[in-house]
């Protein structure tokens, strides 16, 4: 009816017998208008709601939740015997009445009804049922069986990524020889985003790449003559360079220069990687003096020999 | 989804793939489709381990990308598939009844590395195989290959999307991510391939040294420079055709276990006929006449026709509907209702829950009720004949473990509770998604408590992996009965006691999780044949 105005959507999961609505008696009897209009308004009903906690508590059951709650939330037991009327509202409030006739839910009046339970259920309940045993057969072994090894397998395989471990204070003899040993995938880039290759300098299984890159892509023409470039500035840059970090040297420039992207990272690693690259070439110390600096002759305060 | 589902598959993703590829994938379930950057930097995980993640989980169809504009890529998890890992064992089970050894490992390998060209899983299997036959005796690549081609023909196996073959004409940048195209008619296209050798048996002493091996298998992989015939057509297992198998076999068992060994004859051979007409989603399959079943009839059964018209009959009359008449041409036409024999396994299903959670007087009551739909609390005490304290006790029970729900029905506008009827129901549907989600509940459950049990023992189990080897080193040598002895008390009496209860429990409950996900299989059956129907 119009009259619920803002009440209308809470009726049917209204605690009863909270003085709030449509069965409010007032001083002066069933006063139907008075009754059918929620006193103050759709806020004060919700304020009144939540100050029953026990009711709330009882809607908001875990295993009640969630479920659309036709019927009103049974009340509190206790006041049932002395109501003679459960449809006189009361005029205070934790009074607990049945809005409803109690009998068409089943229950007899003046009848214990179990308690409002206020916690979540136990974390492992008695059941009084045990279960029944598991299917057995040579299916069910076989894929049992199954199961295990694929469990193995699968830590085996190049797939599964472990977690970097975290230093240990001795380092153990044994686990040299407890390794596992990983093939190496490599996925077919082809098929996967470009921005997933990974953009390191040096990979070890760069060859691999490269080959599934000229046999998919063939647009390493235009790369070569990049390469070539890239080839003799290493080559005058290093002496004893070997041949492997040529190698990975190449493709890091063909796979920078594949991907054609104008990112920063490119620039910054290609700078860090000369410095590295010259601090790795020579066998001398970078803070190596020339003759003639003056060597040692402001270091040294307390150094009596002479110097050669 | 729930995050019964989330905990769930990220068990699973960690048991199978390590932590990081879990970090990222249930983040992905968690938070829907997105860009990469975007993950690095709300899991906390530096940007190259994500792409390695992700690089595994798009390799194994658990993680789709999707070009947006402005050139972004974004990453979308699909939670079903990863659920499907728990399925892995009954797919490969199946294969093995259906083709043999050889079926078997193909899928199985299909499944662990999620897509492969035809080559590489005839090579591998092949290897395989040889190591399991006698010495001397090798797999040859062409029986592989027709039993890969018969995975193809039948449907359980199909090609994965691939790349489109653009010209080179294309001027501009490549595009972020290739858009993979698939065709219908071309998904089960084998192609054609002359794989010629054996499988090689991969050499023991290749295993001894402990150096060795790291340099020998790069080498070993990269053995053959020459290019790969079907290089860039990869194949996937294809899930669906399991699943349909998996719901045949349950309509044919339930056939079985309610009449009679040749009704469930004729109900496989109508399925059988329906494979390939009829898309699995159907709510039904194609009419099928009774002429044409009893020409498709196995070949041992040498039933008459009028016998065969008979249990056609008899299906069709019998209150589960499985089977229906749908004309009378052709001395009858035929059809398999699928949604309703789906319904009723789901029902049969909740039916044996509530028998066992409950017992069984609450088992009538709940069969009582789904039989007429809706019924008051006092028409309950009367049908079932049960008291009506038990009854109210019954209803509520299984009220507050939501089997059993209320429909109110208002005698008046005003819906007071003193003039609406309180009417219990059973809507099937929102039991069957309750039962379900309870169901990856029990199966995160049973894999933490395994976990667990392995972790308490790890100890133990190192210990008995080592003394297993040393024994069997020391077999291979030749050793004494007398050296073996002592090397085996090194494990002690009762820490045998321990591995022997450890290894029962485990074993428990790992077929747990096999069968709860058998009752997975059902109700998701159940629940997708439902919505797609509205």
Redesign the interface.
Known sequence: ?EEYGACQGL??SWP?GRGLA??WVGPTGWDRNKALRPRGGRSAVLQRWNAYPSARAFCL?P??AG??????VLPKPRDLVSRTNP?AGSQGRGRAA????IE????GRGEKLPDVVLKPPPLFPD???K??P??AGE??D???A???E??E??KR?P?????PEEKQDIERYSK??MKV?K??WI??W?????????R?KCKK?GP?SEKVKD??K??SLTNTADVLKKIEELEKRGDGEKSDEENEEKEGGKEKNQE?DEEDDDAAEQEEYDEEEQEEENDYINSYFEDGDDFGADSDDNMDEATY | MTQAEIKLCSLLLQEHFGEIVEKIGVHLIRTGSQPLRVIAHDTGTSLDQVKKALCVLIQHNLVIYQVHKRGVVEYEAQCSRVLRMLRYPRYIYTAKTLYSDTGELIVEELLLNGKMTMSAVVKKVADRLTETMEDGKTMDYAEVSNTFVRLADTHFVQRCPWVPATENSDPGPPPPAPILVISEKDMYLVPKLSLIGKGKRRRSSDEDAAGEPKAKRPKYSTDNKEPIPDDGIYWQANLDRFHQHFRDQAIVSAVANRMDQTSSEVVRTMLRMSEITTPSTDPFTQPLSSNEIFRSLPVGYNISKQVLDQYLTLLADDPLEFVGKSGDSGGGMYVINLHKALGSLATATLESVVQERFGSRCARIFRLVLQKKHLEQKQVEDFAMIPAKEAKDMLYKMLSGNFISLQEIPKTPDHAPSRTFYLYTVNILSAARMLLHRCYKSIANLIERRQFETKENKRLLEKSQRVEAIIASMQATGAEEVQLQEIEEMITAPERQQLETLKRNVNKLDASEIQVDETIFLLESYIESTMKRQ
């Open positions: 009816m009726k049917s009863s449509r069965e059951h295993f009640l479920r659309h709650f036709g019927c009103t449809m049945y809005t409803f006739n068409a839910v089943g229950f059941t009084d049922y279960p029944v598991l299917k299916g069910e076989y894929m049992l199954l199961k295990q694929l469990r397998t699968m395989m797939y599964y990524i472990e977690t040299r020889y040993y093939e190496e996925p077919d082809r098929r996967l985003p470009r921005e997933m290759m990974p390191k299984a691999k046999t998919g063939g647009a054609g």
